[in-house]
């Protein structure tokens, strides 16, 4: 439990079948409130259902803090804003991990550490040869991620600390080699190895960009986006993936486990997939020709159930603060690289005739940080369906702080919601002949 949280002196009263139930108040420390329902169904016999988990709490957290109607996002007390504009990724991955802002000397231990650890088992390299050239990356990080931990018995088998700090350093550095990894792969490339003399994000750019053949010059201004693009991705509280990687975590599963399955959960298109479905809905509107005007009134129309990708957010209802830093990052990188691209026109044309008809205004529909992010990766030459991928790098260490917060608290509680059956009463079984 997070000592920061309060139970309050005031209680909720339920009255099921005549019978009146008080339901303790607890307080997070921003003022937040949640009626416990623990003993809910030991008191009355009924759970509460809530599809989607739309009011349901599944923890306490001093992770991330998440105000949607004002716009706010903050990791461990700072603004997203801050941190987007000061920071580098390696430090905002102490932070989310270790709770504070890093010392010099811890910084300089937690970036070596990541550097040390960046190269794959040469036998865990040949993997890559078993993939189909057309394979997802999604799908050979989520397995590659999986596949680390054979490499690593003794995580399985020990859960120290010192075992978990260097779990925790191994997955933030590898998956940047096998995403890398995986993206050379699909274009036929030989792989680049780390170089350690790079920083983290420009070490990443080499891997992916470089060829033997000839120099690959590091733009720092580049380096820079990509920091912020991944600071931005780091975390966001209980979101799906990170609901799945605690939910693994929950039943006993090794770390590699539950991240390997929290990339799973990123994958969906409602997800972190949005950013690859947001230029595959603008490639779409640019080859059709209908135009984005027709596109929208489609939208409004539901017809066969199509989204305007990249807008709307369960928890933001006003502005996403992410989109408000990327959107001016996205004018940036496109000034500086040149680029012109139709489908820039058309997310430049939807986005300022979604934000005035009341379809959007209405349920408050506005930009989600994909709706910018895919269309900077297209403009760093990163391929689309490495976009999610990105996203992923992003998140780890949000995921291995929301890991590593659930294992310390010592509370060792399985994740098993209950549900309400809808199925057939008891049937007798009848032998094949009779069917
Ligand atoms: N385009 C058109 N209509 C939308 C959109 C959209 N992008 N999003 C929601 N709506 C409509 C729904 O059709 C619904 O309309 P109705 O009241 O007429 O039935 C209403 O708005 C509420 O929608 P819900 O699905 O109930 O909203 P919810 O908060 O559950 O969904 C979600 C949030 C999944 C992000 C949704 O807005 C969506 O599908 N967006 C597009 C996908 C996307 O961009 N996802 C990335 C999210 S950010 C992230 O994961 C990092």
Redesign the pocket.
Known sequence: MNVNSTVTNQVASLEVDGKKIHLPIIEGTEKERAMDISELRKETGVITLDS?FVNTGSCQSAITFIDGEKGILRYRGYNIEELAEKSTFVEVSYLLIYGKLPNKKELEAFSTGLTRHSLLHEDLSHFFAGFPSKAHPMAILSAMTTCLSTFYPESIESNCDDQVNLDIIRILSKLRTIAAFSYKKSIGQPLIYPENSLSYCANFLNMMFAVPSEPYEIDPEIVKIVNQLLILHAD?EQ?CSTSTVRTVQSSGASVYAAISAGIAALWG????G?NQ?VLEMLEEIHQSGRGYKQFLED?KN?KEGI????????VYKNFDPRAQILKKSCETVLSKLGVSDPLLDIAKGLEEEALKDTYFVD?K?YP???FYSGIIYKALGIPVDMFTVMFSLGRVPGWLAHWKEQRDSGVKKIFRPRQVYTGPNELQYQSIESR
């Open positions: 989607g966001h979101n298109p409602l997800h972190g949005a479905a939208v539901k989204r305007l990708m990249g807008f709307g957010h369960r349920r529909l989600n940080v994909d």
